[in-house]
């Protein structure tokens, strides 16, 4: 007889679970599931773990971030356990237990943590902003360091070993025999996942979502590229600032869709948005438009008599950089990519 440990199914409550309880080992969740497979089944065999609260299982398991949330298994639940939405929330739970500094998990969990950290971004870039006397010239070069050090410093102190801990959980402990050559054969579905989502296609329904978030990621990082290596608000190549508007533009146009979806809750994955969920589309939503406006505002020459346009602006990329990024739900497209990638070399080894 399992023993149920109950500790691990109040955690997940914490990270958004709903009514997991309520299966009863039916199976039909994965019966109807678009992307499960004889060789990777789910979210059944996931649901299970979680009700008996095997920790040690979900953590070794690549299963969740297989999962789409394509919405079919919670729509077709004959006892609305919402298995979709556990998926949903064991993704959070791991992503706290990958991160090796807890910030994750106590963000995930508290809003009021989470906005309190916000609310101390917007102090000290307050602080910092009335040292240099307003001088927003002055603050625009700074930032554009801030980005170009940003991206370095979250990679190298927080991805990186965070990478290695979803290796050692996923890979190491469950002790099956890899050969370094499955890991360079492997690395090419590391880089078409990290950019296609493709396996998001199989899903039956919503194939207009997965366009959506390809021309997100796609206008993302090309925004990413054109501010921070291409110096887009200083600038005075024609075709850098068109680019820069573009860019901005459609992902400003792309995270308000979602903010809409998110709002009127019309698919499956937006019925239980968590407060994570909103920061991620917000803020992203938020960083379009004003990076839009900043540039407009530099080109009409309005910058240095509105410049708490570009404050604001700053204040929303720094907490983005340094909250949503690293801690929130942003690294499922990394641990997913990776997830991919791990479950290639599996295959390989087999």
Known sequence: M???????????KKYGAVDFNACYNCGNCTAVCSLSTEDNSFPREIVRYSVLGLEEELQSS???????????????????????????????????????????GLLYKSGLLTMIAFIIIAIAELGFIMYEDFNVMKI???????????????????????????????????????SVKSYSIAV?????????QKRALDCNENKFRWLEHF????????LLFTTVF????????????????????????????????????NKEMNTFSQPSDWYFVVWLLLMGVTAFLVRLFIDIDLMESNAWLYYFHLMILVQWALIIVPFGKWTHFLYRSFAMYFAKIQEISK
């Open 2 to 12: 399992a023993l149920i440990k109950s500790e691990l199914k109040q955690e997940l």
């Open 62 to 104: 690549l299963k969740p971030w297989l999962c789409y949330y394509c919405g079919e298994c919670t729509t077709k639940c004959p006892q609305q356990a919402k298995p979709g939405e556990l998926m949903m929330s064991i993704r959070r739970w791991l992503t706290a237990r990958y991160d090796w500094t807890g910030l994750s």
């Open 140 to 178: 625009m070069h700074y930032g554009h360091y801030f980005e170009m050090f940003a991206i370095a410093g979250v990679f190298i102190v927080i991805f990186l070993p965070n990478i290695i801990r979803m290796w050692y959980f996923t890979m190491l402990k469950t002790e099956v025999k890899m």
């Open 188 to 196: 090419k579905d590391l880089f078409v996942h990290m950019f296609t």
């Open 215 to 222: 021309i997100l990621v796609i206008s993302y990082l090309s």
């Open 230 to 265: 291409l110096d887009w608000f200083a600038s005075e190549n024609l075709f850098v600032i068109i680019l820069g508007y573009i860019e901005s533009a459609v992902i400003f146009i792309v995270t308000f869709d979602f903010v809409l979806s998110r709002i009127k809750k």
